[in-house]
């Protein structure tokens, strides 16, 4: 009997412990060969010059640019919007009511669609129909295209449809993490329902929501999928200085490297170079997110 | 054997001879509360008078909670409550439809039963119903402040510590602060939910001596599962069981000669 036990305890033991194994040499797998044939080219002049026109030489200061603007812009649409949401979830929308069910339904459905999809529904929605549509309204037809054509606006705004469900949750859960105790201090002190969420629900819940924010951001700076068709250049030696404007993006300029470069192994140095540098960006703000996370709890946890 | 007096729990503190005829604050008329398709409250009229303690008595579940949140209209904050009856507010319904509940409770003030200090400064936490009625004067903001921590006997102990967070104090310095939170907004009923039955013997005698400070100035009504409590700080006292007022007195009559055989039997322990 015992011995059974301890076997079958032993086998779970070498099964999971297999499993944490093979994820963490996965991890290493990725990280060592991209750092050890990536690091040595990063310096100084790759991380602030413009790429040469067959993106091998030269830096990468277009791309970094780029991505930090698309995200930036992404986050100003998304938070707004999200938070919004989240807040009518929570505080507005009646329990049980049929709207909020749907909604929560339909932002995690939102959640699963695959990342390519949200890229053609951003060229047919927002350089199509709203580009062009804008262009119709305002503009003579003969001048060619101002707003209906990819874009970084555009781009942006398709990101911000994608990470928007992670933003909702997120702070869904920072809003209902806020003691119901606070809100009925604040009602019986004769607190309008505005007056309890913005100085009361909000203020408590502000790290939760920044946590969603950085993950969003973490999850926006690393997708090529939703740009590609909605404003992301192969290689555009000046930096967008118009939300009109094309914009190259780290991700997308790693796909560009690893595909249309025409020599492949000249371009390798570049392209791991370039992915290190993506990297360590996501994983910074991934770190960001987690010491919130961090802060958040142990306040939690003193009250 | 109810007209023995050395029965009864304990004899109420302050002789009741204040100003004759006290006027009538609050009174609800044929009250019903339901619950989605329960009765929580059935045919309670009941008057509070002004600057009197009024205690509500029973045991657990009998409707004296809901009974005060729905003197200043917090049972709307839950879903499927529905209110019948009138609940006046010096002869106004505050349940008629021109009423603002808003406006409903910043006249009538809550206590909770577990202290809720805002996770912000002593200072910030009493100002807080001065700046969401649109007070901005500093001046006028720390003078009624620094009033509503005397009122609440706390301003001694945090004067000097106005800019420290409210959870630093202990559990009945909350409970004071949180009364002078409710002070500063200068309500004409505060509304107690047993505020003393999470705190030590010492903290809860500090604040029912203030309980009978303020009543100097504030009609009070206060829930208490303790009927020692109810004897120490009311005036008058009502007696609830499920759902039903059964009787409303004066509370030396309550405890001394209680007209009902439930009363009776719930002060002298015999259920409850």
Same mark, same amino acid.
């Given at each position: ?79 707004? +919007? $999200?938070?919004?949401?989240? =807040?009518?979830? &929570?505080?507005? %929308?009646?329990?049980?009511?049929? @709207?909020? *069910?749907?909604? /929560? ?115 926006? +700076? $690393?997708?090529?999928?939703? =740009?590609?068709? &909605?404003?992301? %250049?192969?290689?555009?030696?000046? @930096?967008? *200085?118009?939300? /009109? ?59 | ?272």
């Amino acid at each position: 009997m015992m011995r059974g036990a301890s076997r079958t305890d032993w086998v779970l033991f070498a099964l999971s412990g297999s499993a944490v194994a093979l994820m963490l040499l996965t991890l290493v797998g990725i990280l060592v060969p991209v750092f050890v044939e990536g690091l040595p080219r990063i310096d100084l002049v790759f991380l602030t010059a413009q790429p040469s026109a067959d993106l091998v030489g030269g830096g990468i200061w277009p791309a970094i640019f780029g991505t930090t603007l698309l995200t930036l812009l992404m986050t100003l649409a998304v938070v707004p +919007a $999200g938070v919004a949401t989240a =807040i009518y979830l &929570t505080e507005y %929308a009646p329990r049980r009511s049929r @709207l909020a *069910t749907v909604v /929560r339904a339909a932002v995690h459905n939102l959640a699963g669609v695959p990342s390519i999809v949200f890229g053609l529904f951003g060229l047919g929605f927002f350089v199509l129909f709203v580009g062009r549509g804008l262009d119709a309204l305002l503009y003579d037809p003969a001048d060619g295209p101002v707003w209906g054509q990819p874009a970084v606006l555009w781009s942006s705004l398709t990101l911000a449809v994608l990470t928007l469900p992670v933003v909702i949750v997120t702070t869904e859960e920072a809003l209902r993490a806020v003691p119901h105790d606070l809100r009925l201090a604040s009602y019986g002190l004769g607190a309008t329902r505005w007056q309890t969420i913005a100085q009361v629900v909000l203020p408590n819940a502000r790290a939760g929501i920044l946590t969603g924010v950085v993950l969003a951001v973490s999850r926006g +700076a $690393g997708e090529v999928a939703p =740009i590609i068709f &909605t404003g992301a %250049a192969n290689f555009l030696p000046y @930096l967008p *200085t118009d939300l /009109r404007d094309m914009y190259m993006h780290l991700g997308y300029h790693v796909f560009a490297l690893s595909t249309q470069s025409p020599n492949v192994d000249l371009a390798r140095p570049t392209l791991f170079a370039t992915v290190a540098v993506l990297l360590t960006l996501t994983f910074s703000l991934n770190l960001v997110a987690v010491v919130l996370r961090a802060r958040t709890r142990s306040r939690a946890h003193a009250r | 054997m109810p007209a023995d007096p050395t029965h009864a729990v304990a004899a109420p503190a302050a002789p009741v001879d204040r100003d004759a005829a006290p006027e009538l604050r609050m009174e609800t008329r044929g009250l019903n509360v339901d619950y989605g398709s329960s009765r929580a409250i059935t045919d309670v009229s009941l008057p509070v008078l002004a600057c009197r303690v009024t205690a509500l008595i029973g045991p657990s579940g009998c409707g004296k909670s809901t009974f005060l949140r729905t003197l200043n209209r917090m049972n709307d904050l839950v879903d499927g409550v529905r209110v019948e009856g009138k609940v006046l507010l010096d002869g106004r319904d505050v349940y008629g439809s021109d009423v603002d509940p808003v406006e409903v409770r910043r006249r009538v003030g809550m206590v909770f039963q577990r202290s809720n200090p805002f996770p912000k400064s002593i200072f910030e936490n009493v100002a807080f119903g001065l700046r969401i009625a649109g007070e901005k004067r500093v001046n006028v903001l720390a003078e009624k402040v620094e009033t509503s921590l005397r009122g609440a006997a706390l301003w001694d102990e945090v004067k000097d510590r106005l800019d420290t967070s409210a959870l630093a104090l202990s559990g009945g310095q909350q409970q004071r602060l949180c009364i002078a939170r409710a002070l500063a907004i200068e309500p004409e009923v505060v509304l107690m939910d047993e505020p003393a039955s999470a705190l030590d013997p010492i903290a809860t005698a500090r604040v029912e001596e203030l309980i009978r400070e303020l009543r100097e100035r504030y009609t009070i009504v206060i829930v208490t599962h303790s009927m020692q409590q109810a004897a120490r700080v009311s005036d008058h006292t009502a007696f609830f069981y499920m759902g039903a007022l059964i009787e409303y007195g004066e509370t030396k009559q309550i405890f001394t000669k209680p007209k009902k055989q439930q009363t009776e039997d719930y002060i002298t322990g015999r259920f409850g």
